[in-house]
């Protein structure tokens, strides 16, 4: 491992296998609890990734046939009840902060699971880019706001997040661990993979860190 020159301000991190550990995509680990039709889901997918639908749009109907399925608060919940911080992560927070870095979340995940996992979260992060869910006082899903901010438009969430801080992307550091991370990595001037499922994002990324450790990169960053 190499440590950096001290220009960084921002670290953003992805959020599934990367602040939170045993789930690679928590949309994959929702199908599976609730049992969802794998062809509707991969019909889905194709639309989307063939420009057939918006990403909301993608979104919106898988979020339809969890519903079907019984979906609320409280099951979604027990779906992600054995989810838990990625090792070191408070830690690693805890110290980026004391060094004066500014803390962010750019991920298509889903907020309750930030809320579950990381409940001081508004405390760790100035900034949070990811998906919503609202739930009425039955635990019902009522609404959603999907980001503008995943996939490849991870790298606009990046510039948006350093433009309010008035900072560059290149003044900006990320962490993640998959393809969908790949435009962001690239945009920010320094990018670690972390416990990476992406062949090409370590090809990508500035340092790589295979142990499943995020103090890891308190090695890396100054």
């Known amino acids: 491992m190499k440590t950096m020159e001290r220009k960084y301000k921002i670290v953003c991190f992805d959020l599934d296998g990367t602040l ?45 046939e969890w519903k079907r399925k019984g979906a609320d608060r409280e099951r979604l919940l027990d779906a992600i009840s054995a989810l838990k911080p990625m090792k070191g992560a408070v830690e690693t927070i805890e110290e980026l902060k004391k060094r004066g870095y500014i803390l962010a979340i750019i991920s298509g995940s889903l907020s309750f699971v930030l809320d579950k996992i990381f409940p001081d979260h508004k405390n760790m992060f100035s900034d949070i880019l990811i998906n919503e869910l609202d739930f009425d006082t ?85």
């Open 138 to 222: 039955d635990g019902k899903i009522i609404s959603s706001r999907f980001t503008e901010y995943d996939m490849e438009n991870k790298a606009l969430g990046l510039s948006k997040i350093a433009e309010h801080h008035n900072v560059t992307p290149e003044e900006c550091i990320f962490v993640g661990d998959h393809n969908n991370d790949l435009q962001i990595a690239s945009a920010a001037g320094f990018s670690i993979s972390f416990n990476s499922k992406s062949e090409r994002l370590n090809e990508i990324a500035d340092e790589v860190v295979k142990e499943k450790d995020l103090r890891k990169i308190l090695e890396i960053i100054p």
């Open 20 to 64: 939170v550990d045993d789930t690679i995509f928590i949309w994959q680990t929702l199908h599976e609890y609730f049992g969802t039709d794998q062809t509707t889901r991969k019909k889905l997918a194709e639309k989307f990734f063939g420009g057939k639908i918006s990403y909301a749009e993608w979104a919106g109907r898988e979020i339809e």
